[in-house]
């Protein structure tokens, strides 16, 4: 019952967020080309519901004539000034609005991933992927990219497990305190290829 509801009041919401941030996301868009061109959104094959893969949108916050720029850059380097603030407030990802108006993501939810991790999920561990991703979630205030892999698993099942409205209310005022704090907002490059390197070795150990 509370799905339905949930799937209901996202829908509603998220018209209302659209209607009413299109001017600040226009002037984000123009800020993003004036400072590097376009695109000013990003896209990337995620994870959602059922496994099924979708683009997830961010505006673009890296910068795009990577072959004009020295290759010893870090990707911290990388980042525009633009989008240091929009990382920063995590306004990066408005444009995930639209995702959850194509019902392919919700507010509140287990962050989607990409498809590479789920090459080395267990049964049960690929549980988190039967509800709608969001873009915030327990994991995401319960320490961010400040705690492990197999923690942030553990946190998205017990979300699916417990998921109300309640819980869904703690999230968002969780998530707005994490962002004023700035803590473990974002994971690097090589923050992914360790949490990927971690469940291979516990898909490995498994079948030992």
Partial sequence: MYIKFKRGFDVILAIILLII??????IISICIKIEDGSPAIFKQVRMGKNLKPFNIYKFRTMKT????????????????KVGKILRATSIDE????????????????????IPEYYEWFTDEQKRRSNVRPGITGLAAVKGRNGINIFKKIEYDLQYIENMSLWLDIKIFVWSIIAVFKKTNAEISEDGIKDELTELREQKEKIHI
Avoid at 94 to 113: A, T, V, Y
Wanted: net charge negative; aromatic share 8%.
């Fill in 21 to 26: 941030l299109f001017i600040p996301m226009l």
């Fill in 94 to 113: 408005l444009p995930q609005l639209i995702n959850i108006l194509k019902g392919e993501m919700s507010f509140i939810g287990p962050r989607p991933w």
């Fill in 65 to 80: 004539q990577r072959e004009e720029l020295n290759s010893e850059m870090t990707h911290e380097e990388m980042v525009t």
